[in-house]
């Protein structure tokens, strides 16, 4: 069993320890379901290296059954085929804009605002490409567990301006891609991504 299999198991004994601390009512079986947590939030930190302290500040505390986090991203070409890309400032790599769901926005809305605000270039979707579980892809390990919308999305206007928290923003053809900030994009999934744009059905990736 390798490290990402250890850490999809931890973060599943994780997630039956928090859906107990949601529906328990017995006392007993709340301390039992609180103490599986403590111990997954342990092997968390044994695995990453990293103070206990710094995992328990890092989760919010659940109030409702878990679920995975939802990540959306916007998949833009020019008319050169040239892929729409945003340097993060976290990490000084590069990846297709977007970011996680915001409670109030439809997926497609989201898209669209992550675009502008990352790159400066304003689109419309055009229709969903992929529904991509990180976990099934060789990202690096974390702690959440994340659902990927990836729409491909037509430009409408605006121009090229990277956001206050990005470093950059430009098009790049897709063979020769700069370094990949691979916790949010993967060069497969660049390719599979270009593939399905192109593809003569209007298919949608899942998984």
């Not at 993967?186 to 270009?194: R, T, V």
Request: with cysteine; proline share 6%.
């Amino acid at each position: 069993m390798d490290s990402k299999e250890q850490l999809n198991l931890v973060k599943r004994i994780k997630a039956i320890s928090e859906t107990g601390l949601v529906y328990a009512t017995d006392l007993y079986a709340r301390e039992r379901y609180e103490e599986l947590k403590q111990i997954s939030l342990k092997l968390m930190a044994y695995m990453a290296d990293s103070p206990i302290e710094v995992l328990q500040d890092f989760f919010m505390p659940e109030e409702d059954y878990p679920t995975p986090k939802v990540d959306v991203r916007g998949f833009v070409l020019n008319d050169r085929d040239e892929i729409l890309m945003a340097k993060e400032s976290i990490d000084s790599k590069w990846t297709i804009p977007g970011g996680w769901a915001d409670i109030g926005n439809t997926p497609s809305e989201i898209a669209n605002k992550e675009i502008e605000e990352e790159t400066g270039i304003k689109t419309e979707v055009v229709r969903l490409l992929a529904v991509y579980d990180k976990q099934v892809h060789p990202h690096p390990p974390e702690p959440y567990y994340i659902y990927k919308l990836i729409f491909l999305c037509r430009i409408t206007g605006g121009g090229l301006k990277a956001g206050f928290d990005m470093l950059g923003a430009d098009f790049f053809p897709l063979d020769n891609l700069p370094e990949l900030s691979e916790d949010r994009i993967l060069e497969s999934q660049l390719k599979h991504l270009f593939q399905l744009t192109k593809a003569s059905e209007s298919e949608v990736y899942f998984d």
